[in-house]
T-cell receptor, first 114, second 111 residues
Framework: AQSVSQHNHHVILSEAASLELGCNYSYGGTVNLFWYVQYPGQHLQLLLKYFSGDPLVKGIKGFEAEFIKSKFSFNLRKPSVQWSDTAEYFC????????????FGRGTSLIVHP | EADIYQTPRYLVIGTGKKITLECSQTMGHDKMYWYQQDPGMELHLIHYSYGVNSTEKGDLSSESTVSRIRTEHFPLTLESARPSHTSQYLCASESSYTEAFFGQGTRLTVV
């Protein structure tokens, strides 16, 4: 079965620090990759996604992620975090072609101190 | 703004009661999902549907049932609620070529 691992469960940073959240998946076929964000009291929403093409994906609010196929990884990065980035971040994977159900990682709780 | 709605947002109910959590989407998505999420934990898939009259159980064992009589509607029913059912329930939908869109969730407490 497909699985998604997020290695950092809790991250605490100060404003302006750089962020990198790790995500690895186990599926060997062609995949679609996602990062979702859940701000306090809000619903899960898409941060960025990779379907094909350039493995470096730009998302909203200055986030980006890089798909490294050989490492089965899709790490999320932001060069300078803000207090408003405090949220839960979830990595998700599904099979390209649309027949597979999205599998989510455990999530990373990010707290950014002003 | 995603057009997927869950009601109620919060529900406190006594043990043994029957409850139905509602989920509706207006995007015409064929696939719909129910996830269970406890604080600080991953999303666990409990039910999914590929379309009308299609329902399947997910990875997490659940005593709930679902139905998909209409494309836009995917309700989840608990016949007899127990304290172990206390959790947050998230409904989502997607087409084959988009990401998943999530509702606001229903936070269920069974006392």
């Amino acid at each position: 079965a497909q699985s998604v691992s997020q290695h950092n469960h809790h991250v605490i940073l100060s404003e302006a620090a750089s962020l990198e959240l790790g995500c690895n998946y186990s599926y060997g076929g062609t995949v679609n990759l996602f990062w979702y964000v859940q701000y306090p009291g809000q619903h899960l929403q898409l941060l960025l996604k990779y379907f094909s093409g350039d493995p470096l994906v730009k998302g909203i609010k200055g986030f980006e992620a890089e798909f490294i196929k050989s490492k089965f990884s899709f790490n999320l990065r932001k060069p300078s975090v803000q207090w408003s980035d405090t949220a839960e971040y979830f990595c998700a994977v599904d099979e390209a072609g649309g027949s597979y159900i999205p599998t989510f990682g455990r999530g990373t709780s990010l707290i950014v101190h002003p | 703004e995603a057009d997927i709605y869950q009601t109620p947002r919060y529900l406190v109910i006594g043990t043994g009661k029957k409850i139905t959590l509602e989920c509706s989407q207006t995007m015409g998505h064929d696939k719909m999902y129910w996830y269970q999420q406890d604080p600080g934990m991953e999303l666990h898939l409990i039910h999914y549907s590929y379309g009308v009259n299609s329902t399947e159980k997910g990875d997490l064992s659940s005593e709930s049932t679902v139905s998909r009589i209409r494309t836009e509607h995917f309700p989840l029913t608990l016949e007899s609620a127990r304290p172990s059912h206390t959790s947050q329930y998230l409904c989502a939908s997607e087409s084959s070529y988009t990401e998943a869109f999530f509702g606001q969730g229903t936070r269920l407490t069974v006392v």
